[in-house]
């Protein structure tokens, strides 16, 4: 297993736009966790799943984010109409379980609005 | 929802010196996690240590928890130790991260 992978790793898009992200976690892992990091700070939780149902936002998620998980493998994060405020680190983790014991981090997703 | 605070915010040292991070946190917790931030985003974990002291190679932890208080100590430190270390603690089902300290090993 190569681990958490994210695509893209760096995303360039203008005020307006929409943007996905994917995350494909480990293979065995039922939770997978999204998070934002902005510049200077920690990363910030957005949303859990577990397995395919989405049990927690966070109240970062406004409405124009919505997060996926349609089979409980690879989930999606979608932006709508990003704005200057948005660019961010995205990172993706993964769990089996609530514990913390292999809780892995992708390499996340750069984006930049401009 | 619980905060974490770290200090040095920013840390620069010579390669081979010793240096200690803190973490303070503001409620009891039973899950703390140090973390390494590398330059290309990566965050790898370093040790869980909810409480009692660790120790990996030249990396060490101790977390007093009746304190509320974690730290991590990096020994004869090398430039590949660069990067941002965050300390988490997870009381249910997310990540509550510091801001971090970021170091800087110069040769």
């Known amino acids: 297993d190569t681990g958490v992978s994210q695509d893209p790793r760096h995303k360039i898009t203008k005020r307006g736009q929409n943007v996905t992200f994917r995350c494909d976690p480990i293979?065995?892992?039922?939770?997978l966790y999204w998070y934002r990091q902005t510049l200077g700070q920690g990363p910030e939780f957005l949303t859990y799943?577990?397995?395919?149902?989405?049990?927690?936002k966070s109240r970062l998620l406004s409405d124009r984010f919505s997060a996926e998980r349609p089979k409980g493998s690879f989930s999606t994060l979608e932006i709508q109409r990003t704005e200057q405020g948005d660019s961010a680190m995205y990172l993706c983790?993964?769990?089996?379980?609530?514990?913390?014991?292999?809780?892995?981090f992708g390499s996340g997703t750069r984006l930049t609005v401009v | 929802g619980i905060q974490v605070e770290q200090s040095p915010p920013d840390l620069i040292l010579q390669e081979g010196a010793n240096s200690t991070l803190r973490c303070n946190f503001s409620?009891?917790?039973?899950?703390l996690q140090w973390f390494h931030q590398n330059p290309w985003g990566q965050l790898i974990n370093l040790f869980y240590?909810?409480?009692g002291t660790k120790q990996n190679g030249r990396l060490s932890a101790t977390t007093v928890a009746t304190e509320r208080y974690s730290l991590l100590y990096i020994s004869s430190s090398q430039t590949t130790d660069s990067g941002v270390y965050f300390c988490?603690?997870?009381?249910?089902?997310?990540?509550?991260f510091g801001t971090g300290t970021s170091l800087t090993v110069i040769p």
């Open positions: 983790a993964s769990s089996q379980g609530q514990g913390v014991y292999g809780y892995t």
């Open positions: 293979s065995e892992h039922n939770r």
């Open positions: 799943f577990q397995n395919e149902a989405q049990l927690e």
């Open positions: 409620d009891s917790v039973n899950n």
């Open positions: 240590i909810p409480s």
């Open positions: 988490a603690v997870k009381p249910s089902n997310q990540f509550y």
